[in-house]
């Protein structure tokens, strides 16, 4: 069966550092694909960034970049240059090929 | 503009009541799917829509039915609720397959007392 575990509950960051998020998932699928999401305090979830299996090439879009570690089974989030409005939580998705499979979420605090 | 709208925004009622919630996406998606968010923050899939057609039944009580009329619509209906079905129910929609991204509604917020 497949799982997505984001073991940090929250995590707390001074405002224009770097943090990243993990993310470790199980799937027996040989191809598959990662998202991460970021739900802001209203509740709206949006979609920030993708990582298709099949690529070695970590993705990259805006200040979000991925560490994607295909051997360890990880997926981490990196956000470069924090602002306060980053914070957010932030859930990782692995596609079933029928939907996506949510973590738990990572609650980010950034701090002036 | 082109989105994935929920109605309500907020619904109180009483344990046992019937309610509704209505979905529509107007990203021309062919797949939608009711989350359900409990307080601390866990999305589970509830069901998944792919052309009105039901892919996807995770583990949902019965007094849970989705309804679809067309691609573009899904509502979800509760029988008799219960305390424990207090949550925020998400909407959702994407292509086929979950592997693109999945684009969410602002959620309807279910209190049963």
């Known amino acids: 069966a497949q799982k997505v575990t984001q073991t940090q509950t929250s995590i707390s960051v001074v405002e224009k550092t770097t943090v990243t998020m993990d993310c470790v998932y199980e799937?027996?699928?040989?191809?598959?694909?990662l998202f991460w999401y970021k739900q802001t305090a209203s509740g709206e979830i949006v979609f920030l960034i993708r990582?298709?299996?099949?690529?070695?090439e970590n993705a990259t879009v805006g200040h979000y970049s991925l560490n994607f570690q295909k051997p360890k089974s990880s997926i981490g989030l990196i956000i470069t240059a924090t602002q306060i409005e980053d914070s957010a939580v932030y859930f990782c998705?692995?596609?079933?090929?029928?939907?996506?499979?949510f973590g738990t979420g990572t609650k980010l605090q950034v701090v002036p | 503009e082109t989105a994935v709208f929920q109605t309500p925004n907020y619904h109180v009622t009483q344990v046992g009541n019937e309610v509704s919630f209505n979905c529509k996406q107007t990203l021309g998606h062919d797949t939608m799917y009711w989350y359900k968010q409990d307080s601390k923050k866990l999305l589970k899939i509830m069901f998944s829509y792919n052309n009105k057609q039901l892919i996807v039944n995770e583990t949902v009580p019965r007094r849970f039915s989705p309804q679809s009329s067309d691609k573009a619509h899904l509502n979800l209906r509760i029988k008799s609720v219960e305390p424990e079905d207090s949550a925020v129910y998400l909407c959702a929609s994407s292509w086929a397959g979950g592997d693109t991204e999945v684009f969410f509604g602002k959620g309807t917020r279910l209190t049963v007392v």
């Open positions: 998705a692995m596609s079933s090929g029928t939907y996506q499979r």
């Open positions: 990582q298709d299996s099949y690529k070695k």
């Open positions: 799937t027996r699928d040989s191809s598959y694909f």
